[in-house]
């Protein structure tokens, strides 16, 4: 018998959290960007894209001939994504979660972003099995969240903590890449291994 898992919505931001003088400061799109080492003609997810900080960056180097997914379960803040300058490359925006994603076809995508978008959801599982899903052989994911939440009781299960990325990444034999990180943000850098590549060891 199969059992249906019910799983909360995944937690909305307001527009103002998501591009404001700080974020730009703290974490600039072209700095975050960097870490994916993006080329002309890939395709990238941009899961949780919200008002798509990162869309311009994305698109300024994967163009021209490029793919950009944006993934976002708010209709608002997805409609200021769809704003955004994004010449040169195919845009294709979808509403819903980074736990799903079913229009983004298995293993067509060379890199995917999910930057702050764990601490926003309950399925953070569901997150990382799309990002196996849909990355080619070789792909790679920059992964990012806060290091440290002031959150209420209700909200705890939404914090990322080091125990539980450990437990995420061993999901798939995801191999992980040197990433510099920072006092507030956690990076993770995690990359699909190659067909001609060992796979590593899924620890126990």
């Given at each position: 018998m199969e059992v249906l898992r019910t799983?909360?919505?995944?937690?909305s931001c307001r527009a103002g959290t998501l591009d404001n003088p700080l974020r730009r400061w703290l974490a600039p799109a072209a700095r975050e960007v960097d870490r994916l080492d993006l080329a002309p003609g890939q395709t990238v997810a941009?899961?949780?894209t919200g008002v798509g900080f990162y869309?311009?960056?994305i698109a300024r180097r994967i163009a021209p001939g490029g793919t950009?997914?944006?993934v976002d379960p708010d209709p608002e803040n997805l409609e200021v994504a769809r704003s955004r300058p994004v010449a040169g490359v195919r845009a294709v925006f979808l509403r819903g979660s980074a736990a799903q994603a079913p229009e983004i076809p298995d293993g067509s995508v060379d890199?995917?972003?999910?930057?702050?978008v764990l601490c926003c959801m309950w399925d953070k599982a569901g997150a990382l099995d799309t990002a196996?899903?849909?990355?080619?052989p070789g792909g790679r994911a920059l992964v990012t969240y806060p290091r440290a939440m002031k959150i209420g009781s209700r909200r705890r299960a939404l914090r990322v903590s080091a125990e539980q990325w450990g437990l995420l990444v061993r999901q798939h034999p995801w191999t992980q890449r040197p990433v510099d990180t920072g006092l507030i943000l956690?990076?993770?850098l995690i990359e699909r291994p190659r067909?001609?590549?060992p796979v590593p060891a899924r620890q126990p």
């Amino acid at each position: 018998m199969e059992v249906l898992r019910t799983v909360p919505p995944d937690r909305s931001c307001r527009a103002g959290t998501l591009d404001n003088p700080l974020r730009r400061w703290l974490a600039p799109a072209a700095r975050e960007v960097d870490r994916l080492d993006l080329a002309p003609g890939q395709t990238v997810a941009d899961l949780g894209t919200g008002v798509g900080f990162y869309l311009p960056e994305i698109a300024r180097r994967i163009a021209p001939g490029g793919t950009i997914y944006a993934v976002d379960p708010d209709p608002e803040n997805l409609e200021v994504a769809r704003s955004r300058p994004v010449a040169g490359v195919r845009a294709v925006f979808l509403r819903g979660s980074a736990a799903q994603a079913p229009e983004i076809p298995d293993g067509s995508v060379d890199r995917v972003l999910l930057s702050l978008v764990l601490c926003c959801m309950w399925d953070k599982a569901g997150a990382l099995d799309t990002a196996w899903r849909i990355l080619r052989p070789g792909g790679r994911a920059l992964v990012t969240y806060p290091r440290a939440m002031k959150i209420g009781s209700r909200r705890r299960a939404l914090r990322v903590s080091a125990e539980q990325w450990g437990l995420l990444v061993r999901q798939h034999p995801w191999t992980q890449r040197p990433v510099d990180t920072g006092l507030i943000l956690r990076r993770n850098l995690i990359e699909r291994p190659r067909a001609d590549e060992p796979v590593p060891a899924r620890q126990p």
